[in-house]
């Protein structure tokens, strides 16, 4: 474990021009959070007091479905999981979900959100589904789904949807049997560790402002292994809840794309679902809930040069550090009571970039056959779902000194590190890779520095993105002017 780390400052450090880059902007009211936010009244027959049932679904691709990158070839070794809670007691149940898939967009998450909420008992709102974003695994949206179907393509398998509706259902099934089950929540704690050796940014930025090189997920190139870290979020944290003493669910977020190696045609959780393994070893009574944060501008590149053995020794570092936070959360044990548990939402218009051509990507995907994630159909989808007029949900759940924010895409860390800086009096954790449709969600200076994440084959929103994210941020963390 490593103390300390450089950071290169910017627009998320206080000072230097962060008052008037975190004003509120756009379309985002005090008012939303309150028709959104607002607690309803408990579900009749709801048990008093704070409950928390758990869900475990095996979400692991049959062999021939189509996966991110091409079919399941073989059977899993180690199998992707749908997992996450119910807590009860505390207004309608609030649901938290995480998948080990690359993504869940457009109307693939209301769906997910949706059913998750009926079996729960509660509303869309209340839920928060997320991807872990590992990449040998599925990726689903029902959105490009009905648009290649009434374009008459049949090229693009990774949209057909029936696996994810099974997972679906599978998963709202479980959540009606886990209900009667649910464990009484006397405390929770909140911890953190820093991590070594594994994030480190992708992009290296040269002193005319513009990105000089990058570092993907296994970077070959030792001189740019031997570069610094960059901005990073160091810190794996975690969330835990207690019944006495018995720790029940484990809620660890950290930041880092999960790839160490891909393309292997075998579906796998890679490096953090190994962590996750190891933890649930080690601590068998809990079960363990990792989200993938803010990382679309980080990987492990820095420490991975592509060889396989690489996954191992990632998913050890990661193991350790959950570890450590775990045991600093079991020290900050405390009583926890249902007026310190609540939940809100804000809707969000992302706008589509104004360079997607909606003609030019229609002859696209007729004429060009699907090269995975992202491609022609993906951009399409969310144009289409942006010119609806279609809101996107950042919602918070508090649980008493702390709060977990959820967000859309593949979110640049800056947003991460802007929202801890806006409330150090909190422990404020995130999770990115909610709805997947905006696809990379950059800073507003990121798309004049160039580069990959800010091409429109990868972002499909633009620099104006962050103003109503930001908003979104402050008002759920009731930041004060």
Not at 284 to 312: C, E, M, W
Not at 388 to 417: A, D
Request: glycine content about 10%.
């Amino acid at each position: 474990m490593r103390r300390g780390t450089t950071r290169r400052p910017g627009w998320w450090a206080v000072g230097r021009g962060t008052t008037a880059l975190l004003t509120i902007a756009g379309s985002i009211l005090i008012g939303g959070l309150a028709a959104w936010g607002a607690e309803p009244p408990a579900a009749e027959g709801q048990a008093a007091g704070l409950r928390v049932a758990t869900f475990d679904v095996d979400a692991t691709p049959p062999v021939g479905v189509q996966m991110a990158y091409g079919p399941a070839l073989r059977a899993a070794d180690l199998t992707l999981r749908c997992r996450g809670i119910v807590l009860t007691g505390a207004g309608q149940p609030i649901v938290l979900c995480a998948v080990d898939w690359i993504g869940i967009g457009n109307a693939a998450h209301d769906a997910f959100r949706a059913g998750l909420a009926k079996a729960a008992g509660t509303v869309p709102e209340r839920v928060a589904v997320h991807a872990l974003h590992q990449h040998d695994a599925p990726h689903a949206d029902f959105t490009a789904e009905k648009i290649l179907a009434d374009l008459g393509v049949k090229t693009f398998p990774r949209f057909d949807g029936t696996f994810a509706r099974d997972v679906i259902a599978r998963t709202a099934a479980e959540i009606t049997a886990a209900l009667p089950r649910a464990r009484p929540v006397t405390h929770a704690g909140f911890g953190r560790a820093e991590v070594a050796g594994i994030a480190s940014n992708r992009r290296l930025i040269g002193p005319d402002g513009k990105l000089r090189a990058w570092r993907a997920s296994a970077t070959r190139d030792p001189a740019l292994r031997a570069e610094p870290d960059g901005t990073i979020d160091p810190f794996v944290q975690a969330l835990v809840l207690f019944d006495g003493t018995t720790p029940l669910v484990v809620l660890t977020t950290y930041a880092t794309h999960p790839m160490s190696y891909y393309r292997t045609g075998v579906p796998g959780p890679d490096f953090p679902g190994i962590a996750r393994f190891l933890r649930t070893q080690d601590l068998p009574s809990a079960l363990h809930v990792h989200f993938t944060g803010a990382a679309g501008n980080i990987a492990a590149g820095k420490y991975n040069d592509g060889a396989q053995a690489n996954r191992v020794i990632l998913a050890t570092r990661l193991a350790a550090g959950m570890r450590q936070a775990y045991e600093a959360a079991e020290a900050d044990r405390r009583p926890l009571a249902a007026a310190e548990v609540g939940f809100a939402a804000v809707p969000v218009k992302l706008a589509a970039r104004a360079d997607l051509d909606r003609d030019a990507l229609e002859r696209s995907v007729r004429d060009t056959a699907d090269r995975g994630t992202f491609a022609a159909a993906d951009t399409l989808a969310f144009l289409e779902r942006a010119r609806q007029g279609h809101e996107i949900p950042v919602t918070c759940l508090s649980i008493g000194g702390t709060r977990m924010l959820h967000l859309p895409g593949e979110l640049f860390i800056e947003y991460q590190l802007a929202a801890q800086k806006l409330r150090p009096d909190l422990h404020v954790m995130l999770a990115a890779y909610g709805d997947y449709g905006p696809g990379y969600i950059g800073t507003a200076t990121a798309y004049g520095e160039g580069g990959y994440e800010v091409l429109p084959t990868s972002s499909f929103v633009g620099p104006e993105a962050e103003a109503p994210l930001l908003a979104a941020i402050r008002t759920l963390l009731e930041v004060k002017e």
